[in-house]
């Protein structure tokens, strides 16, 4: 155990529909990731948070949209999704120079 | 740009011998360095970094990694590897002055019994 959750752990949604993914942390971490892994493909960095204020958008496609209420939650929220955006999504957060704690993924399919 | 190579996909080894695991790393910063593994259908565990001090660092289960600036090295070495090592471990660096964190492809270690 991380201290880092993600839910769902697993999502199979159509490519019309709409849903988000949850990551929470009460370690008191400055920074929270977002990467997705998909099979034969490296850890893709897709979004970096600090202090609720996006650092990073890897060049990630509008479909996917991040939010960062607060130091403690982030959310991806997911529409009109493609079958190549089937994946394992990450999250993870980090106090700011060292190592990143990561939740155990959400398995999503889309179909 | 910073960036991570794992210039091996999988390793193979026979258990009871010692296992070396590659990376190389470039940032344009001190480089903090890490690995993790990974086990099927998990998220990621962290085993060990360094951020500074001295080269050889230990980590969680028996690992350890040495770092050689001139050649911009962080090898993942066991002394005697298990058949329960078998999983997915990957490099990754961080520009100290930055957040980002970015990570190599990954290497497959499969030990034998």
């Known amino acids: 155990e991380t201290g880092v959750t993600q839910t769902p752990r697993h999502l199979v949604m159509g490519m019309t529909n709409k849903k988000s993914l949850k990551c929470e942390q009460h370690?008191?971490?400055?920074?929270m990731y977002w990467y997705k892994q998909s099979a034969k493909k490296p850890l893709e960095l897709m979004f970096v948070y600090n202090f609720k204020e996006q650092t990073e958008n890897n060049s990630v496609p509008s479909r996917f949209s991040p939010e960062c209420p607060n130091s403690s939650h982030l959310f991806l929220h997911l529409h009109t999704l493609q079958p190549e955006d089937s994946a394992l999504y990450l999250c993870a957060s980090s106090p700011r120079g060292a190592e990143a704690f990561f939740g155990q993924g959400t398995r999503l399919t889309v179909v | 740009a910073q960036s991570v190579a794992q210039p091996e996909d999988q390793v193979n080894v026979a258990e009871g011998n010692p296992l070396t695991v590659k990376c190389t790393y470039s940032?344009?910063?001190?480089?903090?360095l890490f690995w993790y593994v990974q086990y099927p259908n998990r998220g990621l565990q962290f085993l060990l970094k360094?951020?500074?001090?001295?080269?050889l660092v230990k980590g969680s289960y028996g690992f350890e990694a040495e770092f050689n600036k001139s050649q911009t090295s962080f090898h993942l070495k066991k002394p005697s590897a298990l058949v329960s090592d078998s999983a997915l471990y990957f490099c990754a660096v961080r520009d100290g002055n930055t957040d980002k964190l970015i990570f190599g492809t990954g290497t497959r270690l499969q030990v034998f019994p």
């Open positions: 360094y951020i500074t001090g001295d080269n």
């Open positions: 940032v344009s910063g001190n480089p903090y």
């Open positions: 370690l008191g971490h400055n920074a």
